[in-house]
């Protein structure tokens, strides 16, 4: 009986909770060129976006569909007859219940645990979309399918994260568009995946008089894959030999801490992040993967070696923000990230004929969690001058993304200059053009990030429609 007046409740109020339903979105028209050679560099964009909220009573259903764009290219038709040009990508898909403590979400969400704008390392429950990697906000994330519970008491917050899923980075696997290129790229078969990859969070937001605390901790896998053993091939008669890499994503568990000071002039913003990582897989584990290419006659595993990476490694950033006189707002961050300690079992020495495999796992070892900034330099200053003209119709940004690395000795010293303007045609249409200007240093080799960056220099226009 009480059950059943329980479902009456419950059904009656939701006929009588009221409704409501809000649409928003953007239209947006993008076009890109090479100062170089005024070539149009084919890189995909967001070209429609649109946003559905709709909330009865306690209960919320939200839901953000994009439409990806990619100019076709003109000898496309030579590769495939396929006439769609664009993708659709459902960002997000969540229900929410607010409930007398906090809030319940769950499904295809974006979220947010971090003290500072943009480039957090403490911001981990998302994976990155590299094509976006630009842009700023969540625009760069992709969405994650999970469970979060938001409790709230007076002035602190605690929230918790669950997910069953392993989230890693969207790449843009062999394109050589993109401005930035990975130092390698590993085929689906040399890939190991985790087991259990459940992953989970739990961050507390403190507010005080005087500042903003928050201490998060994350346990998940890496976003992005990393070298995890290799594997010799040989003939029947070992006269020959082939080494075959494999690759997996790290164990990581990330403990960090955040600060926000706001002052009656500036606002002082600070997160620090250690991550302790390790590679789990065995020689068992790297010999099951089997060759991932034709070795012709030498398809015969002589011997699986591990590397069984273990290691701890740290990601700061400072932000200040304040006005500048003539009432120019400033953004500064400076960035750094290091390793703190590194083990891995090295590849031993073997008599084969024609084998070579002389080369030191440390050097390949790259953070697979924390802020996408760290895969252009270890340390950056970044630094972002606004002003607005005519009544706030006209904005202008100027942006500063400065390497402070040093590389073997010599000072990195690459630069990314962009001078951005923001008109606003009407209140809902904007026009946007931009510059960027890409240098590297001529001292360091291809390897350098800004040295293969500095074709992406180019000029852009944007046209985008709210609504």
Not at 33 to 43: P, Q
Not at 280 to 292: F, H, L, M, Y
Not at 329 to 352: C, H, M
Not at 386 to 398: A, C, D, G, P, V
């Amino acid at each position: 009986m009480k059950i059943k007046t329980i479902l009456y409740i419950l059904c009656s109020y939701t006929l009588i909770a009221q409704s409501s339903t809000q649409y928003s979105g953007y239209v947006h028209l993008y076009d890109i060129h090479r100062l170089s050679d005024r070539s149009i560099i084919h890189l995909p964009w967001r070209i429609f976006s649109l946003n559905v909220d709709h909330q009865r009573g306690d209960f919320a259903f939200n839901s953000t569909l994009a439409m990806e764009y990619k100019i076709r290219e003109d000898d496309s038709f030579f590769s495939s007859s396929d006439p769609q040009e664009f993708t659709w990508d459902l960002r997000e898909l969540y229900a929410s219940w607010f409930t007398s403590f906090g809030e319940i979400k769950v499904g295809k969400q974006i979220q947010s645990w971090s003290s500072v704008d943009d480039n957090s390392p403490i911001d981990n429950i998302n994976a990155y979309d590299y094509y976006y990697i630009f842009n700023l906000g969540s625009d760069r994330k992709y969405s994650s399918l999970g469970l979060t519970l938001d409790y709230y008491l007076n002035n602190t917050k605690l929230g918790f994260y669950y997910s069953p899923l392993h989230h890693t980075n969207r790449l843009p696997i062999n394109d050589p568009e993109f401005p930035i290129q990975l130092p390698v790229t590993p085929r689906a078969s040399q890939i190991i995946s985790p087991n259990n990859p459940d992953e989970y969070g739990i961050t507390l937001q403190q507010k005080m008089n005087v500042a903003d605390l928050s201490f998060t901790y994350f346990s998940g896998y890496d976003r992005l894959f990393s070298l995890s053993g290799s594997n010799v091939f040989t003939n029947q008669f070992q006269t020959m030999s082939v080494l075959d890499t494999v690759f997996s994503f790290r164990k990581t568990d990330m403990i960090g801490a955040g600060i926000v000071i706001p002052t009656k002039w500036i606002i002082l913003r600070a997160e620090y992040a250690q991550f302790s990582t390790f590679d789990n897989n065995d020689s068992t584990s790297i010999s099951n993967k089997g060759p991932s290419r034709s070795f012709g006659s030498a398809n015969e595993v002589f011997f699986s070696h591990a590397f069984e990476t273990k290691a701890k490694y740290y990601q700061t950033i400072l932000q200040l923000e304040t006005e500048l006189p003539g009432g120019i707002e400033f953004i500064g961050q400076y960035f750094k990230y290091d390793t703190l300690s590194f083990n891995a079992e090295y590849l031993p020495d073997v008599d084969l004929p024609l084998f070579e495999a002389g080369f030191d796992p440390y050097s390949v070892f790259f953070p697979g969690m924390g802020t996408p900034l760290a895969i252009m330099a270890p340390e950056v200053i970044i630094m972002i001058f606004n002003k607005s003209f005519l009544n706030e119709q006209l904005l202008i940004e100027t942006l500063f993304l400065l390497d402070q690395a040093t590389y073997n000795g010599t000072k990195g010293n690459g630069r990314l200059i962009e001078l951005k303007s923001t008109y606003d045609l009407s209140a809902s249409l904007k026009l946007i053009t931009a510059l960027t200007k890409v240098t590297g240093n001529s001292s360091l080799d291809d390897n350098y990030t800004f040295n293969n960056m500095v074709d992406f220099s180019h000029i852009r226009f944007e046209l985008k429609y709210f609504f």
